[in-house]
């Protein structure tokens, strides 16, 4: 099976952290380039985050710079997006997907990336 496993979703404070990762299953996250993307309830899918396969290029968008940071641990074949001073608008699902076609460079508009996961729920309440 080709899967990316979403995990590290939860409730948390506003101002609060949490570290969602996304797992490759099947297959070795270090030749993809992965991205990052929620979706509110109601709201379109909208990306968040990238990272490339090669050189480790990142990007994000201008409503998380300079909170979240994007990772990966090869050795445990995971992308991680470290997520601080969270705000409740960033409640949403996220999702991880992979492209292996593009790898020197990533982009957040999600439309060539060919594997997605499932998600997992963050919500930022009081």
């Known amino acids: 099976q080709l899967k990316l496993v979403e995990s590290g979703g939860g409730l948390v404070q506003p101002g609060g952290s949490l570290r969602p990762s996304c797992a490759g299953s099947g297959f070795t996250l270090d030749s993809y380039t992965i991205g990052w993307s929620g979706q509110a309830p109601g709201k379109e899918r909208e990306g968040v985050s990238c990272?490339?396969?090669?050189?480790?290029?990142?990007y994000y968008a201008d409503s998380v710079a300079g909170r979240f940071t994007i990772s990966r641990d090869n050795a445990k074949n995971t992308v991680y997006l470290q997520m601080n001073s969270l705000k409740p608008e960033d409640t949403a699902v996220y999702y991880c997907?992979?492209?292996?076609?593009?790898?020197?460079?990533?982009?957040?508009?999600?439309?060539?990336?060919?594997?997605w996961g499932q998600g997992t729920q963050v919500t930022v309440s009081s």
């Open positions: 990272i490339s396969s090669r050189f480790g290029r990142t």
């Open positions: 997907a992979g492209d292996q076609q593009t790898i020197y460079s990533c982009s957040i508009a999600m439309g060539s990336y060919e594997h």
